[in-house]
T-cell receptor, first 113, second 113 residues
Framework: AQSVSQHNHHVILSEAASLELGCNYS??????LFWYVQYPGQHLQLLLK??????LVKGIKGFEAEFIKSKFSFNLRKPSVQWSDTAEYFC???????????FGKGNQVVVIP | NAGVTQTPKFQVLKTGQSMTLQCAQD?????MYWYRQDPGMGLRLIYY???????DKGEVPNGYNVSRLNKREFSLRLESAAPSQTSVYFC????????????FGQGTRLTVV
């Protein structure tokens, strides 16, 4: 079964700092990749997704992610974070032809004003 | 647009009691999922249903059963609740093929005492 790895579970940043969250997956076939965000007390919302084409994907709220197939990675970035970006971020993978959607353990990001 | 609706939002059970969490989606999605979310563990897949009439085990199926009642509804049953099942449960649905993301319900916070 596919697995998803996220490192540095807790990240603390100051406003205007840059953010990068790593995501690696274990499956070597064709995958669809997602980043979800969960604000305190809320459900998961889609931040961005990659299916095919340009490996640099832009999402909402200034987030972007880069798919590097050779590294099985899909890292999330934001050049300048805001206090409102305080949330938990989850990477997810679904394998082509298999409807099983697997999540990483998440990154808890705290942005200090 | 209702999206994915879960009931109840909160529940307290005594050890050994049973209950069913209900989930319904109105997006004509093929695939539906049940996850549990625990601190530091991310979202762990309990069961999923790739299409109406099928169900499959996820990472942590023990102690749970599911029913895909029809295309819209996917319920999760705890036959004999245990304190280890205290968690936040999320239902999700997706188109079931690639090129679609999952949409989440608001979650059910379950406490087993």
């Amino acid at each position: 079964a596919q697995s998803v790895s996220q490192h540095n579970h807790h990240v603390i940043l100051s406003e205007a700092a840059s953010l990068e969250l790593g995501c690696n997956y274990s499956y070597g076939g064709t995958v669809n990749l997602f980043w979800y965000v969960q604000y305190p007390g809320q459900h998961l919302q889609l931040l961005l997704k990659y299916f095919s084409g340009d490996p640099l994907v832009k999402g909402i709220k200034g987030f972007e992610a880069e798919f590097i197939k050779s590294k099985f990675s899909f890292n999330l970035r934001k050049p300048s974070v805001q206090w409102s970006d305080t949330a938990e971020y989850f990477c997810a993978v679904i394998v082509y032809g298999n409807n099983r959607l697997a999540f990483g353990k998440g990154n808890q990001v705290v942005v200090i004003p | 647009n209702a999206g994915v609706t879960q009931t109840p939002k909160f529940q307290v059970l005594k050890t050994g009691q049973s209950m069913t969490l209900q989930c319904a989606q109105d997006m004509n999605h093929n695939s539906m999922y049940w996850y549990r979310q625990d601190p530091g563990m991310g979202l762990r897949l309990i069961y999923y249903s790739a299409s109406e009439g099928t169900t499959d085990k996820g990472e942590v199926p023990n102690g749970y059963n599911v029913s895909r009642l029809n295309k819209r509804e996917f319920s999760l049953r705890l036959e004999s609740a245990a304190p280890s099942q205290t968690s936040v449960y999320f239902c999700a649905s997706s188109g079931g093929q690639t090129h679609t993301e999952a949409f989440f319900g608001q979650g059910t916070r379950l406490t087993v005492v």
